[in-house]
């Protein structure tokens, strides 16, 4: 009887000191409030300053840290770069209850690349909120042929390590919405943007030079591509993404220089295309290059009225300059189209215009099928080989 009592009392020890330790790890805790900071959030007053001093009280933490922002709408009035390179945290996590609001006037921010930017950091998480660039003005200025600047990112992280962002809102941005460059394991989830049908240049999420990024359940409607992928990615997961209106996915533009790191081991799968200009895409400029496309999986994919459901275009060469008559120097080999079916806005559904002097090799269509208004769609085939196994509509031309 003692010896289970004594037992018991070791027990009883050993919860109070974990709920002891608990309790003093969450105390050692701190959050950064920025209204408490000097941030108002009534859209007006530049609350810059109070992020970034939030920023810093975060680095300079020996315990994780929170940065919270309330409700309200915070104006963030110009470039605002947050940089990890003196941090002494590795874990910092953004909560965002509200919404931060860049300037109404596109010019102020127009010629800064960026207007949000994430610099050399490790260990930064993004929770909710929403992010409002109020690029509909730059919009209307390009759409008139005007003398407007090329606009700003609204979000971007570079050169960082475990990132995450997860339930974050983008809305009309002036150019990209987010942009994931030279990073490594950075995860996007739950992710919404929203941008009109022809706002030009809005790219939902680019992904560049990174690799181990996992973009998952997000819903992109924008102008331009929902997801662009650029040089030098390798290992992209891609799943359940909703995209449209917009550009569809993309691998690409490539081979625009003739230097360029390729793009290896990319998973795209369960997606639904709406609407979109293209749905399945790599795309690479009609010039020499040394760059690559190589273990791509498409796999899974609804098209709804799509006009490109399927399609590897070599000959990219905007306003015919710089590349009239040249042909692509990018190698593609080893893309897999499985489980690929809905509808095409066009004849053609699976269109591979690669180029002659690389030709698209190991390329395998797996029950695939696309119709074109209640009928057989079509299929094109230039300079490319590979296979077909399953049910495949259009009929094959590889």
Sequence with gaps: MKMVQAMTSSVLTLVSMI???????????????????????DGKTDSSKAFLCAWDGAC???????????????????KTIFVGDTCKNNAITVHIDGTLVAPSDYNVLGHSHNWIAFENVNGVSIYGGTLDAQGTALWACKSYGKNCPAGATTLEFSNSNNVVVSGLTSLNSQMFHIVINSCNNVKLQGVKVSAAGNSPNTDGIHVGGSSGVTILSSKIATGDDCISVGPGTTNLWVESIACGPGHGISIGSLGKDSQESGVQNVTVKTVTFTGTQNGLRIKTWAKPSDGFVRGVLFQHATMVNVQNPIIIDQNYCPGNTNCPNQVSGVKISGVTYQDIHGTSATEVAVNFDCSKQHRCSKIILKDVHLTHMNQPALA????????????VQPTSCL
């Design 60 to 78: 300079g933490s020996a315990y994780p840290a929170t940065i919270y922002v309330p409700q309200g709408r915070y104006l963030i009035a110009s």
């Design 380 to 391: 094109s085939c230039v300079n490319a080989e590979g296979t077909s196994c399953g049910s």
């Design 19 to 41: 709920f002891l330790y608990a309790s003093l790890l969450a105390s050692a805790t701190p959050t950064y409030n920025v209204v408490s900071l000097g941030a108002r959030g």
